[in-house]
């Protein structure tokens, strides 16, 4: 699936990067258990250090027993919007790592969970959702009260629904709802290594 977008890209790139945003009006539709074991599929086959594939999601679908527990985690600034979501995902990431028959840190557990949460993201847009992320939530808490084991970390909340259309908003919330923009490419990207440092 494929929306148009006010985002305009600098250089050529699929357009799914640009439909990709992070809405705060949902519907309130129930996202089908189907369709989120098709997003975690999707986020299965994302890289990561030696295979080891560290990212542990969590979920609860709107009205089923996990409901009110997940949205619980969230702080009060978001629940006014995740109430709206048909899913409510909590990403964990390993941080040990099996290299043969040793148990090992890994250093990259953030940055591999980092990519199944994007391929999570994109494949939810193929399906019409929209997932936003979110470090909003009690961290304490919610590591009690989703049982997270030792050595592993809660990175990001997400609440997964189907999106507003900007064209059924108020001018008020159209304005805070429309996809944002990105700095340029040259404020982060470099030939070769960072510049001497002054002096």
Same mark, same amino acid.
């Given at each position: ?17 640009? @439909? ?10 129930? %996202?089908? @258990?189907? @369709?989120? /074991? ?43 919007? %995740? ?5 409510? %995902? ?5 941080? =040990? /790592? ?35 992320? /979110?470090?909003?939530?009690?961290? +304490? =808490?919610? %590591? ?17 629904? =189907? ?7 108020? +001018?008020?919330?159209?304005?805070? +709802?429309?996809?944002?923009? =990105? ?17």
């Amino acid at each position: 699936m494929t929306a148009e977008t006010p985002r305009r890209p600098d250089h050529a790139i699929d357009p799914l990067f640009l @439909e990709r945003h992070s809405p705060r009006a949902f519907t309130g539709e129930a %996202v089908p @258990e189907s @369709e989120l /074991m098709r997003m975690f599929e999707a986020a299965r086959w994302a890289p990561s250090s030696y295979n080891s594939q560290p990212w542990r999601f969590l979920y609860a679908l709107r009205d089923d027993a996990h409901w009110e527990t997940f949205f619980g985690l969230i702080l009060p600034g978001n629940q006014k919007w %995740v109430q709206d979501t048909g899913a409510i %995902v909590f990403i964990v990431s390993s941080e =040990r /790592m099996k290299v043969g028959d040793d148990l090992k840190p890994s250093p990259s557990h953030a940055f591999d969970a980092g990519a199944a949460s994007l391929a999570l993201q994109l494949q939810a847009i193929r399906q019409g959702w929209h997932a936003h992320g /979110m470090g909003g939530f009690d961290r +304490e =808490r919610a %590591v009690a009260v989703l049982n997270v084991p030792e050595h592993h970390r809660i990175e990001a909340a997400y609440g997964i629904g =189907r999106a507003v259309a900007l064209a059924d908003l108020d +001018e008020a919330r159209r304005a805070k +709802e429309a996809p944002n923009g =990105r700095r340029p490419i040259t404020d982060f990207v470099r030939a070769g290594g960072f510049p001497a440092a002054a002096g």
